[in-house]
């Protein structure tokens, strides 16, 4: 029996990299997919075609995650399709950078609600599903799993992006938060922070060799992520394997974490 049997996942931001990597995944573990996007649908449609080459289901939804109506209408479509909701992967997320002098109020707030305050939308609709289903043993101990899609940046400041760095360390504690809220519903919430992962949201920074040379240069391990690398943490996560994990923010960044700078003495 694959982990995940006959549950429910909607994964924001779905139509492209690690939010595509983690519906994939979660469609191999056995999960029913809502493959949510914002703009792209060719994207969507690429992760729908291959989560059913890999024998998946799922269907796509447009939405705009900031949007507290949207966000609604998915959850709406996702239960009339599939009867309920058993997993959210909170993934949207953009980057818009600027200087923090030059950063327009618009570029702030656009950030902080695409990257957070999406979270807080989508996870009050999940919740509010997962207490009226209950739990359902067949499919899973608890009544519903979220998983937050932070970064590395909940933690290493980053100047120039301090609209994305301030959303993802409000992550931090929403998700801490959330899951010591919720843990008496035996809803659970955790966080994933990636490090450096191939997508198009950092492109500039691992497609030529120059810029890959620099990036490893903060990458103990030695390699730029793969969107493969967050889609099994985040089965893992979704899965009754994690079963006791709760309030957790696990990096996923090959050691970016970890201070490189001071390995020879700082
Ligand atoms: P990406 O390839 O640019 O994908 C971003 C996804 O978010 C797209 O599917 C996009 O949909 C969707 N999205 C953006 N705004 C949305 C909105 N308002 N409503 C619904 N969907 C929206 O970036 P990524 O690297 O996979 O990033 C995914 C998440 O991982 C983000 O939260 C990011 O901060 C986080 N992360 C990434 C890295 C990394 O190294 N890649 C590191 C740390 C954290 P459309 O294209 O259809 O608009």
Redesign the pocket.
């Known amino acids: 029996m694959k982990p995940l049997q006959q549950q429910i996942a909607i994964v924001?931001?779905?139509?492209?990299?690690?939010?595509?990597g983690v519906a994939i995944a979660l469609a191999k573990a056995g999960a029913k997919v809502c493959i949510?996007?914002?703009?792209?649908e060719d994207?969507?449609k690429k992760t729908l075609k291959e989560i059913e080459q890999n024998g998946g289901e799922g269907f796509i939804q447009q939405?705009?995650?900031?949007q507290p109506e949207a966000v609604k209408t998915m959850f709406r479509n996702t239960v009339e399709q599939y009867g309920t909701v058993d997993i959210l992967v909170n993934?949207?997320?953009?980057q818009v950078d600027a200087p923090f002098l030059e950063m327009s109020h618009d570029d702030w707030q656009k950030v902080i609600d695409?990257?957070l305050s999406?979270q807080f939308y989508c996870s009050q609709e999940a919740a509010k599903e997962f207490i009226r289903r209950g739990i359902v043993e067949e499919r899973s101990k608890a009544a519903g799993k979220i998983i937050c899609?932070?970064?590395?940046h909940d933690i290493i400041p980053w100047a120039g992006h301090i609209n994305y760095a301030t959303a993802?360390a409000g992550i931090l504690m929403f998700a801490k938060t959330l899951a010591q809220e919720l843990a008496e519903k035996k809803i659970r919430v955790n966080a994933i922070?990636?490090?450096?992962?191939k997508?198009?949201?950092?492109r500039d920074a691992w497609e030529d060799d120059a810029s890959r040379e620099k990036l490893l240069q903060l990458i103990p391990y030695q390699r730029v992520?793969e969107v493969e690398d967050i889609g099994k943490a985040a089965v893992w996560l979704a899965s009754d394997d994690s079963d006791y994990v709760q309030g957790q923010t696990i990096y996923i960044d090959g050691g970016m974490t970890l201070y490189p700078g001071f390995k020879d003495n700082g």
């Open positions: 924001t931001g779905a139509s492209s990299g690690i939010g595509q949510n996007y914002r703009s792209s994207g969507a939405a705009d995650v900031s993934n949207a997320g953009i695409v990257n999406s899609m932070s970064s590395v993802k922070s990636p490090g450096a992962i997508t198009d949201i950092n992520g």
